[in-house]
């Protein structure tokens, strides 16, 4: 690999990479071509003795020399130019790379150097190409002061750790994507505690759809799931309790202009008990999507109110339909998170301190779990936190800092208009395009970033790519990075676990990283694929169990029943003994039918005198 040569004069910086009997005026390669973005290097495959060196491997950075300044390139491609091999002699290849900036030397002797992504000077033919030094490799991606994290190490050299800058990941938005067992849920579980330590105000809300998160995040998570959400009714709008109404399908229009009339009276009835259908027009006028308190049942009196009406005749058939799809709605045992309260109370602090963890208590992060809850509930409950989340951010002034994190997020947010719940895509859009002004974040977690709305992924500043076998995603990341860094994406899809290309505003500049590795038991879904494999120690299945949570609904409650207790057959229930227990009575001479408890004289009979 290493070729002497009479008429070199050396490097003028010395190469700690390099063994101490090897002397400055060995080399591995020279520029043979140079464009704007990328140069070509003539190098060989094999040294002087014919041994193989695999020194020039695709992914590694090199240097070319410049005297004062050092080119820094990324190697994508190498081969022969004559696709064969000589056995006899040395092999001559050719190395392409990507020009990605330069490193200069400090002003001050045995500073650090210093690395700019633009080129000041181009390589000429014949500089000097070499593997990067130690400390070049370092100034690239130094983050120059900024907040930062330590996430992993870089591909190249694990001596060498991946940094990200902290503050601008999380308020510039990010996502990480990639296929399906790579372990993208074990790098969102590493951002997330790492991201804690670093910025202890920080308050972290999971939409978690697997239900994985919360064992991950032991001492630092809350977990809320339909049996403990304690969302109510009121808090929806129009469009969110809609959704839950009409079961996700088309609205009727007429049924909607109802609700819309008839949803401030029910608030107003609550407010003002002695009002009656007054509705005070003025500033502090109520709509349907004030977040008031109101009851289901005055709601369902303002339907009849208005049914019983002379001049609502051909407004009865929707009034009807809107009031059994309410009615419907209370009943359904999967909404009970919204029902459930038979006391209707102005509940809107304690829902929002828990739900946003105001205050935390040591824990700031919340898992919404959403595995086994319908569609159009996850939907509206999806659009309801980020909206909440976006306005107490915006009100409080940035003293609040949210990060809303979307695993699964082409759910919420797929690329197709017509699929999805128009709220949840305009909540989680308006986070994306303001939020950062006002201390709201999105994080975005998928495997199909081909079906994310692109409006959504262009406001992710910060990328982690890690690898991706379908060619639509790769050109949806490909066309999101900068472009004297493209070629790092060819590696997308044959990439390792735990392996990410991290690109934009977090990182100095394109990086491929390994992250940490996180203790077994903190690996999201661990704990759930044990419980699974210690349950398979018998054939049998548990199908009532199974049942059971399928129908989701409550056993009956044997002890408010009334005929709970003991009570004997003979007795009616007007007998001043009913309620006593059974005692022995005495048999009459009379000829009674005991098989009912009743008197053949006395069943629809007039009595027979003797």
């Known amino acids: 690999m290493y070729v002497e040569r009479e008429a070199s004069v050396g490097e003028p910086t010395s190469q700690e990479r390099r063994n101490a009997e090897q002397n400055d005026r060995r080399i591995l390669g020279n520029v043979v071509q140079c464009d704007g973005a990328r140069a070509t290097i003539s190098a060989f495959a094999d040294d002087v003795d014919g041994a193989v060196t695999g020194l020039w491997t695709v992914g590694k950075m090199i240097s070319v020399n410049l005297g004062t300044t050092r080119t820094v390139g990324l190697v994508y491609a190498i081969g022969k130019s004559d696709r064969a ?45 070499h593997r990067i030094r130690s400390r070049d490799l370092q100034a690239v991606y130094d983050l120059a002061g900024r907040h930062s994290i330590t996430i992993g190490s870089l591909s190249q050299d694990e001596a060498i750790a991946a940094n990200i800058a902290i503050d601008d990941t999380l308020a510039r938005h990010f996502a990480i994507v990639g296929t399906t067992g790579v372990g993208k849920s074990t790098a969102v579980s590493l951002l997330l505690r790492k991201s804690i330590a670093a910025r202890p105000d920080l308050r972290i809300l999971i939409l978690d759809p697997h ?43 007429d049924e909607i202009d109802a609700l819309r009339d008839l949803i401030p009276l029910a608030k107003n009835l609550y407010r003002n008990p002695n009002s009656g259908a007054y509705l005070r027009r003025g500033s502090d006028a109520l709509t349907a999507d004030t977040p008031v308190p109101y009851r289901i049942a005055d709601l369902l009196k303002q339907i009849d109110e208005r049914m019983g009406m002379l001049e609502s005749k051909n407004e009865r058939p929707t009034l009807k339909s809107l009031k059994t799809r309410i009615e419907s709605a209370a009943a359904d045992p999967r909404y009970r998170f919204m029902f459930n309260s038979r006391l209707i109370e102005d509940t809107i602090h304690e829902t929002i301190g828990n739900i946003f963890r105001v205050p935390h208590n040591g824990r700031p992060v919340t898992c919404f779990e959403m595995a086994g809850m319908p569609s159009e509930v996850v939907n509206s409950v999806c659009s309801v936190l980020a909206r909440l989340a976006f306005d107490l951010a915006l009100w409080s002034e ?22 999805g719940f128009a709220p949840t895509r305009h909540a989680l859009s308006r986070i994306a395009k303001e939020g950062r002004k006002y201390g709201c974040y999105l994080g975005v977690v998928t495997q199909r970033p081909g079906e994310l709305d692109p409006t959504i992924l262009s406001q992710c500043s910060t990328f982690f790519a890690m690898r991706l076998a379908n060619e639509h995603d790769q050109a949806i990341i490909r066309s999101a990075i900068a472009d004297s860094s493209a070629s790092t994406l060819a590696f997308l899809s044959s990439m390792g676990q735990r392996e990410a290309i991290a690109f934009g505003e977090g990182v100095a500049t394109t990086m491929r990283l390994k992250f940490e590795r996180l203790p077994a038991e903190l690996i999201p879904g ?85």
């Not at 630092?220 to 996700?248: H, I, N, Q």
């Open 85 to 129: 091999w000589n056995s006899e002699g040395q092999n001559a290849i050719e190395v392409s790379i990507e020009l990605i900036g330069e490193v200069r030397d400090g002003a001050e002797p045995g500073s650090k150097p210093i690395f700019d992504r633009g080129i000041t000077t181009y390589p000429h033919i014949g500089a000097i190409a």
């Open 211 to 253: 239900n994985e998160f919360a064992a991950s995040l032991p001492e630092y998570c809350v977990k809320v799931d339909s049996k403990t959400l304690d969302l109510p009714f009121w808090m929806f709008r129009l469009e969110e309790f809609a959704e839950v109404l009409f079961r996700g399908r088309e609205t009727v229009p």
């Open 398 to 419: 940035g003293k609040l800092q949210l990060l809303l994190l979307c695993e699964e997020a082409h759910r919420y947010m797929p690329a197709d208009a017509r699929l």
């Open 526 to 610: 661990t704990a759930k694929r044990e419980q699974a494999m210690s349950s398979k120690t018998g054939d049998d299945v548990d199908l009532v169990t199974i049942v059971e949570r399928l129908r989701n609904v409550p056993k009956p409650q044997q002890q408010a029943m009334a005929f709970a207790e003991v009570v004997d057959s003979g007795r009616q229930a007007g007998d001043p003994d009913y309620r006593k227990p059974p005692a022995a009575r005495v048999q009459s001479d009379d000829d009674f039918d005991m098989r009912y408890g009743l008197k053949p004289g006395t069943f629809g009979m007039r009595p027979q005198n003797d």
